[in-house]
């Protein structure tokens, strides 16, 4: 997939070196080394490489057991899915959950192991965890909820999973979805974090010129009283244009609402505003239906909402936020 034709780049003055990664960043020189060993000199630097799948020591090896962020690890998965066989699925984020409901769609056996006892809670707030786990059980996905993989059987391939209730399960295909970490480790020596940059609500590092967003950046987490990757496609855009505004000179704009969203079992579920620490939840619709809106608030004011098979409704609902005076928690400690 292409999101750009080669003709725009060119239209815009900018130069695409695809295929070549960045190495070291030297930030007194202002210059950025490649792998090839060019160095580029920069007057303002942006790091946007992302992040890269982690994964369990017992989990690294194995000819039918594998990650998914690059296109040929989607198509592997797609190759998986055809075979309709039992897949297993380590970690039940948001990769988890999307894998496990698209691969019983297919007809594939669907085991989703998590470690957590409730591991739903993140995507739609805390009201909507326990919901949105029945919705998988009743698609036919096999959640094994508070439970680790303490040992693999099989050589080459793995043959079963065991967890530490004692229950071996069988598997024809492993996805391993447990999480990212950003991919900065070559930024090693610079002054940045390795582990991910850390940056302000408009993108800047502690290095003069030099910004970070998306996967790649940590801003400010005042709920969870450090800087925190984001980790989903909305933030990454918005921190895009954020820190494209600060490294133009130009002001910031008002804060928006982060919106978090994902397809499962046919469904459009929508999260908008940061539910974390609410108080109060209220249901507006029909959840057996699977058409309802909820409503988080803190101390009397709606901070978020969580929309289940209603896309249209979330303008209306983001105005309605903004109105109340909900903001982005990070925002307000900038
Ligand atoms: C399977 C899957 C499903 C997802 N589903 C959702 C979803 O439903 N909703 C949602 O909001 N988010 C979802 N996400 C998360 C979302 O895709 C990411 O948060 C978003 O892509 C982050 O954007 P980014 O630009 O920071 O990083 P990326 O999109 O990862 O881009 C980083 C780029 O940097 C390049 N790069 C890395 N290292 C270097 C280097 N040293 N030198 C040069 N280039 C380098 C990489 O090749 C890559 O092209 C999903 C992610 C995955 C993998």
């Not at 920069?42 to 990650?67: E, K, M």
């Not at 940056?199 to 290095?207: H, K, N, S, Y």
């Amino acid at each position: 997939v292409r999101l750009r034709p080669a003709a725009w780049y060119v239209e815009h003055d900018i130069e695409l070196r695809l295929g070549t990664a960045a190495r070291r960043l030297d930030p007194r020189g202002r210059r950025l080394e490649l792998a090839s060993g060019e160095l580029l000199r920069y007057d303002r630097l942006l790091i946007a490489t992302g992040a890269v799948p982690g994964r369990p020591a017992l989990l690294s090896a194995g000819a039918n057991v594998q990650v998914l962020r690059t296109l040929d690890d989607a198509l592997r998965l797609r190759a998986a899915l055809a075979r309709r066989g039992r897949l297993i699925i380590v970690g039940a984020g948001l990769v988890g959950q999307e894998v496990a409901a698209t691969a019983v769609a297919v007809g594939a056996r669907v085991t989703l192991v998590d470690l957590a006892a409730a591991p739903f809670d993140t995507l739609l707030g805390p009201a909507l965890g326990p919901w949105l786990g029945d919705l998988h059980r009743e698609a036919g996905v096999d959640l094994r909820l508070g439970v680790r993989v303490t040992s693999v059987h099989g050589t080459g391939r793995i043959r079963a999973l065991r967890l530490d209730d004692g229950a071996p399960i069988a598997c024809d295909h492993v996805l391993v979805g447990t999480g990212v970490r950003p991919a900065t480790a070559w930024l090693a020596g610079s002054g940045l974090e390795p582990e991910g940059v850390a940056v302000d609500a408009e993108g800047r590092t502690a290095l003069p010129g030099v910004f970070a967003a998306g996967d790649a950046a940590c801003p400010p987490d005042p709920l969870a009283g450090r800087h925190v990757s984001a980790g989903h496609w909305e933030a990454a855009a918005r921190q895009g244009a954020a820190a494209a505004r600060a490294m133009l000179g130009l002001p910031a704009r008002p804060p928006a609402l982060t919106v978090v969203w994902s397809d499962q079992h046919g469904l459009r579920l929508q999260r908008v505003g940061d539910p974390r620490g609410a108080d109060r939840a209220t249901v507006d619709g029909d959840l057996r239906a699977h058409d309802f809106t909820v409503t988080y608030e803190r101390a009397g004011r709606p901070v978020a909402a969580a929309l289940v098979g209603r896309p249209g409704a979330l303008p209306a609902v983001r105005r309605r936020l903004h109105a109340a005076g909900a903001t982005q928690p990070e925002r307000k400690a900038a």
